[in-house]
C-alpha cells in the first residue's frame, strides 16, 4: 500500500488486551476535524462519577465544542482536556480525555491527538472507527515512527530503534535500543559526517586556490 503522509491516519497506541486505560493516536492535518465530530469536552471526572444505570447522563458542561474551541484547543502549544467522546453505537458517551500537539511539537511532525479513555478493546476499536468514519484510515505498522523520519523528527536509526524497543525480549536488548533512540549510534555517525565535511572542504579550498601556494590541509592530514 502506496504511503500518503497527507492521510490523516489512526490507530490504538496502547498494548492489545484489556487495560484500565486505552490510548487512541491520531496525525494529519484532519485531526481538529476530526476532534470536532467526535469529541465534546467537558467536566469528565464528574461524568465519571454518575451511576450510568439509574442517573441520566447530563453533562455539567453543556457548551459545544465549537464555542469552547478558543480556549480548548489554542493554535499554538500542546492541549489537554477532559471530555466525551460520542460513538456510534455506544449507548452512553464515553469518558475520555484529549492530548493534542500540533505542528512541529508533536511524534510525527504534524497535528498529533490522543484520545485516553477506558481500555476495553472492544471500545477502542470502536473510537478507531469512529474516526474512520470522520475522514481518517487505519495506519499501516510503523506509519507514525514512518512520519516522524520524513518530518525529521528521528533520523534512520532512531526510527529502526522504535522497532528495537518494541521487539525487544529481554533487558540488554532493551537497553541497546533505548541507546540507540537517545542517539547512541546516530551522534557518532554525525560527528563523523561533521569530520567528513570540514576535510572535504578543505580538499575542494586547495583545489580550487592551488596556484596560490596556500596550505589548506598537509597531506598526513588526508590519511
Not at 486505560?21 to 471526572?45: D, H, I, K, Q, Y
Not at 508533536?106 to 477506558?118: A, D, K
Not at 541497546?176 to 546516530?186: D, P
Not at 596560490?212 to 590519511?223: G, H, N, S, T, Y
Amino acid at each position: 500500500m502506496a504511503y500518503h503522509p497527507l492521510d490523516t491516519i489512526v490507530a490504538v497506541a496502547s498494548p492489545s488486551g484489556g487495560a484500565a486505560r486505552g490510548v487512541v493516536r491520531l496525525s494529519g492535518p484532519r485531526v481538529v476535524e476530526c476532534v470536532e465530530r467526535l469529541f465534546t469536552p467537558g467536566n469528565a471526572t464528574q461524568s465519571r462519577a454518575l451511576d450510568a444505570v439509574s442517573t441520566p447522563f447530563v453533562p455539567q458542561e453543556h457548551a459545544t465544542f465549537a464555542e469552547r474551541k478558543a480556549t480548548f484547543m489554542p493554535s499554538r502549544g500542546p492541549t489537554a482536556a477532559d471530555g466525551w467522546l460520542l460513538l456510534p453505537g455506544v449507548h452512553s458517551p464515553l469518558p475520555a480525555e484529549m492530548y493534542f500537539w500540533p505542528d512541529g511539537r508533536s511524534y510525527t511532525g504534524q497535528p498529533v491527538v490522543e484520545f485516553h479513555t477506558i481500555g476495553s478493546p472492544p471500545l477502542l476499536d470502536a473510537v478507531v472507527r469512529a474516526a474512520c468514519e470522520a475522514g481518517t484510515r487505519l495506519a499501516e505498522p510503523g506509519e507514525f515512527t514512518l512520519r516522524a523520519f520524513l518530518s525529521g523528527r528521528v533520523d534512520l536509526t532512531q526510527a529502526e530503534a522504535v522497532l528495537g524497543i518494541i521487539e525487544a525480549n529481554d533487558d540488554s536488548q532493551l537497553d541497546v535500543a533505548l541507546g540507540q533512540l537517545a542517539g547512541g549510534l546516530s551522534r557518532p555517525l554525525h560527528e563523523l559526517r561533521e569530520r567528513l565535511l570540514d576535510l572535504l572542504g578543505h580538499i575542494e579550498a586547495g583545489l580550487d586556490f592551488a596556484d596560490e601556494d596556500l596550505p589548506f590541509i598537509a597531506r598526513d592530514q588526508l590519511v
